[in-house]
């Protein structure tokens, strides 16, 4: 796997759910993906009940750090569906069926799709989301900020080359 490529997975599984498998995998995500190795430092020495109960905290209780691409543009209106209909369609074009449990704009989903596909469309169509998204975190000051930064960083530069 090329290393664009386990820099994606590596932060698809930092933005989810910190599970066992999650805790199991901490020593191999530190190696593989230097980008995150200060957040990886973070979940390293904090108690895994702890890391799920802030992941909690600062994902699932509101929108103000939704995961949720899609909601960034649209919020929660009709025309996030075909928002949706977007990422779903680049996901088949990709001869991937997405099935998980989370929209297809969830954003460990996306940056898995990019780590499979190499293809980085969804993640620049909403740099700005990103963008919006690292900010709010870092305003709350969680050290899942730090994934962001290394996301938004990794992302080709915009046109005209100056990134925000």
Do not use: I
Not at 8 to 29: G, N
Not at 76 to 83: E, F, H, N, V
Not at 106 to 114: I, K
Request: aromatic share 12%; glycine share 6%.
């Amino acid at each position: 796997m090329p290393s664009d490529a386990v820099f994606y997975q590596a932060a698809a599984l930092c933005l989810t759910y910190p599970d066992d498998d999650f805790v199991a995998r901490l020593p191999l995500l530190r190696e593989a993906a230097p980008q995150l190795r200060e957040f990886t430092d973070h979940a390293t020495v904090t108690p895994p009940q702890e890391l799920a109960a802030h992941y909690v905290q600062v994902f699932d209780f509101k929108n103000r750090h939704t995961l949720y691409l899609s909601w960034w543009r649209d919020g929660d209106t009709s025309r996030r569906g075909m928002s949706l209909v977007r990422f779903q369609d680049l996901y088949k074009a990709y001869g991937m069926e997405f099935t998980g449990e989370e929209l297809p704009d969830f954003l460990p989903a996306v940056l898995e799709f990019t780590a499979r596909t190499g293809n980085t469309d969804l993640l620049t169509e909403h740099r700005d989301c990103l963008t919006q998204l690292r900010g709010r975190l870092t305003d709350f000051g969680t050290p899942y900020a730090c994934v962001l930064d290394a996301v938004c960083a990794a992302l080709p530069a915009p046109p005209g080359g100056v990134r925000p």
